[in-house]
């Protein structure tokens, strides 16, 4: 089964900055990761991914630079940066309020 888009939208950035976290990446890897962390359930289209990184880029959570591919297409590679940690902190404990928030909600009695 595979998870909507619903669901997870307004998180992409949150998820992006999560995967950023651990090593400095750049698209096509962090789109294979969030594959593989999901199963297979969960993929961002490319319009998505690389919008986001123009929006986090534009608001100082990322950077951006060129790697140094010694053959094939170079590729762009992203790091989080301080402000983008702090960003990422807020949206983790945001996401935990909320998500306390809709399991009573939604819980049957």
């Not at 199963?39 to 991914?49: P, Q």
Request: glycine share 8%.
């Amino acid at each position: 089964m595979s998870i909507t888009s619903d669901i997870i939208r307004g998180h992409t950035e949150t998820i992006i900055l999560a995967r950023l976290l651990r090593s400095d990446s750049y698209g096509y890897e962090i789109n294979k990761s969030i594959q593989q962390a999901t199963g297979g359930r969960y993929e961002l289209k490319e319009a998505t991914l690389y919008t986001a990184f123009r929006r986090l880029e534009q608001s100082g959570c990322i950077s951006s630079y060129w790697g140094d591919e010694g053959s094939g297409a170079r590729r762009r590679y992203y790091r989080i940066t301080p402000e983008g940690r702090a960003v990422y902190r807020q949206n983790r404990d945001d996401w935990e309020n909320a998500k306390q928030i809709i399991d009573i909600l939604i819980k049957e009695d």
